[in-house]
Each structure stands twice: as C-alpha cells, then as structure tokens.
C-alpha cells in the first residue's frame, strides 16, 4: 500500500497539487492546473520531473481532481490518500494553527469570504471538490492569517473607531505559509539568526513583507486585505482610502470596477502597460517598465526602514518569491541605498543567487532562501495525522 497526502492550492483559475509520503518532505508527485476552464492545462510530474501521463476533461475544480488522482493511481495502483491539506488564505482573528475542517468550521470559514472575496471562495471550493472526491478522508486547512495571529494590538489595527476593530476590520497579514516555511528555515540553518531580527521580503506576484522577531510575526505590510503594503504584479499596494472615495464619488466608479482596478489592474501592470511579469519588465527597457521597478524597489526600500523601526533594528533580510529568489538586479537595487542599515551585498554571491549574499563583514546578513509552502501543509497534515494515530492507539 502506498500510503500517502495531497496538498492542495486552490486558486481562481489555477490548482496545485502534491503528493506527499506520510514521513518526510520530498514530494512523490506535484501537479499544475492552469487556466482552470475549458482550456484547462494540466502538467504532472514525478520526483524525478518525469511528466506522468494524464487524461480526462477539466473545467473545474473537481474534474482536475479526479483527473489528477487518476493519474497518481495509474502510476500507484495501491495509493491510498489519508489526508488532503488545503492552503487557505483566511482564518480569521483568532486562528493561528491548521485545524480538521469539520461542518461547523467550512461554515465560519465561508463567514470569511466577504474578507477575501477574490480567493476565499475559490480555496473553499477546492476544500469541497476534495471532499467530494474523497468521502470520509480528513481534510486539512493552513491559514495564510494564521502567522500573524500574535501581532501586537498596535501593528494589528487601523485608526478607525474601535468598534470596527471588534468587527474584525484590522490588520491580518498574508503570505502566513511562506514565513512560516523561511522562519523554519532559519531556524535550521542560522540559530543565531532565530532569536533575532529578521525581515523577510516575500516577492513574487503577489508580494509582502513580514517583521519576524523570535520566530514570531510582529508586523507585515499586508493589512485587512492582501492588496495592501508592496505593488504587486497586477495589485496596487499602500494606497491613500482617499483615493478610493475620488474614484466613487467624482469617477462614478461602482465597488466592483474599483475591485477590478485594485486587484487586477494596477501594481507593475498598470505602473508600466506591459506586464505583470518582473522579467518582461527587467527585458523590456521601456521608460513606463523602468518606472514600474523603480517604484517597485523604493517601496519595498520603504517597506524594510519601516519594518525594522518596528524591530528596533535588523539582523537578517531574507528574499524570497519568484522575484526574490531570482533577480539579482531587483535584490541590488532595493538593497543598493541600505548600507545605513549595515545591508552590504556581495555583488559575486548576489549574482549567483547563493544562500548568502551580503559581504561577510557587514552587520545585517541578506539571504536567499526558496520558500515552500506545499510543504509547510504537508508537515500539518502529518502531523494531525499522527496526533489522530496516537489517539486511536
Ligand atoms: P511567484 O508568484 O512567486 O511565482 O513569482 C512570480 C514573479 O517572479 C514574476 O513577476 C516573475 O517575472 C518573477 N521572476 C521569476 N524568475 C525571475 C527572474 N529570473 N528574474 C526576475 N523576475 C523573475
């Protein structure tokens, strides 16, 4: 019997799936629903990228499912899945752990969607699908929220009357898998770094930072919304609500166009009218895509003086995302006016995207470190796993 967990990602129109052995953290498979739809593209490989044959029609959430678990088996015949963990972005004020999702709270998490309507109800649904699929096998949510659960009250609320404030408008932070997976990471590779000051810069798409002291979460720039703090590929980051009020009461523009506006068509899409893609704007050399990284970079710039005011200083920078991991020109520039805050990079390692890449005798190490968030809800379903075996035992 091959026993085994899926990890789920549920998006609007993408799906990505793993499959993980009950010990350990190598994936057996990963697979990628794109364009969720009638032109749904479906790549599957195994541990060794080896792309496993797959066949079905897709146009949801479900279909994409079954076909993807078809294929596992064909390549597994005796695979049995024990758990499914889902990636969700919000759980709200008070969860800060993974938890079973019984009836009773998919109820109080669909409550939630009104907080993140562009992905909550997306999540959700992949959460039914699998249930759907798999009758009876424990399902698994990860909150994207959850880290940031024990910010002080001071990084947690907006200046609004306070009675806003119990009803839940403040802010929760994003991104929770991510700087969970890094903090882990540091943890493991830089116990002095642990206990410290630690900034870490999660930029890809979508993109945010998070002021981590003592493994803890006590600022991030994402707010109420994931729309908030950074530019993001296509969403607008900080923004002045006056704005928002102009666009309503002098533009005429309803909510959902101002959703539409914020959400999809702003950050360094609409910065540059090219793209929502950092390498087509470092390629494109245009003065439009130029201005979209520089404003970019001096946000984030902002973003690291802010968030180590609330440290009370900084050990350690981390990058991470899609441009994190990847763009020494953007890592050199958001880092190339720091040198007040100790961040010295090393030109040599910045260009060779190693772990570390700050000179070594500079005060605030810069690192690089690949996050993984499949991961990080592969180990809690393992470990709610175990946690069930030990009391059936
Ligand atoms: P993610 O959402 O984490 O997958 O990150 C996607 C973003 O990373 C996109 O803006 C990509 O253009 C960007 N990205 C990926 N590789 C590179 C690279 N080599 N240089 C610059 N940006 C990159």
Redesign the pocket.
């Known amino acids: 019997m091959t026993s085994a967990l899926l990890t789920l990602n549920a998006g609007s129109s993408s799906l990505k799936i793993g499959l993980f052995p009950l010990v350990g953290e190598a994936p057996l498979a990963r697979g990628l629903v794109d364009r969720m739809g009638p032109d749904a593209i479906l790549k599957l490989t195994d541990a060794q990228d080896v792309a496993l044959p797959t066949s079905g029609v897709i146009t949801n959430h479900f279909d994409a499912i079954k076909t993807v678990v078809a294929a596992l088996r064909q390549r597994w015949p005796d695979l049995d899945v024990l758990a499914i963990g889902h990636r969700i972005v919000h759980g709200g004020a008070e969860r800060s752990e993974p938890v079973i999702l019984t009836d009773d709270v998919l109820a109080e998490l669909t409550d939630l969607a009104p907080f993140a309507p562009l992905h909550q109800p997306h999540n959700l649904a992949g959460v039914r699908a699998a249930m759907a699929a798999f009758p009876g096998v424990p399902q698994i949510g990860c909150f994207d929220t959850a880290f940031h659960r024990h910010h002080p009250w001071v990084n947690d609320t907006f200046g609004l009357p306070r009675f806003l404030y119990e009803q839940g408008v403040r802010r929760y932070g994003f991104h929770g898998l991510s700087y969970e997976y890094i903090s882990g990471e540091i943890q493991r590779t830089a116990p002095h770094l642990a206990a410290g000051r630690v900034i870490i810069a999660h930029l ?3 993109a945010s930072m998070c002021a981590v002291r003592d493994g803890r979460s006590i600022a991030s720039t994402m707010g109420f919304s994931a729309l908030d703090g950074l530019p993001m ?1 296509t969403r607008c980051g900080q923004l002045d609500p006056g704005v928002v009020l102009y666009l309503m009461d002098q533009k005429g523009m309803t909510a959902a166009a101002i959703s539409d506006l914020l959400y999809k068509q702003s950050g360094l899409l609409g910065l540059s009218g090219l793209s ?4 087509t704007l ?1 390629a494109a050399g245009t003065p439009e895509a130029t201005e979209a990284i520089d404003y970019f970079v001096f946000r984030c710039q902002r973003e690291v003086g802010g968030l180590a005011a609330a440290l009370g200083g900084i050990d350690a920078l981390v990058f991470s ?3 994190g991991e ?2 020494p020109f ?1 890592r050199s520039r958001i880092c190339e006016s720091m040198a007040w805050m100790g961040i010295e990079m090393d030109p040599g390692r910045n260009a060779g995207n190693e772990r570390l890449i700050s000179r070594d005798n500079a005060a605030t190490r810069v690192l690089v470190i690949p996050t993984n968030e499949e991961v990080v809800i592969a180990r809690a379903a393992q470990a709610i796993l175990r946690s069930n075996q030990e009391v059936r035992a």
């Open positions: 890809g798409n979508g590929g929502n893609d950092m390498r470092e995302g899609g441009i990847n763009s953007i």
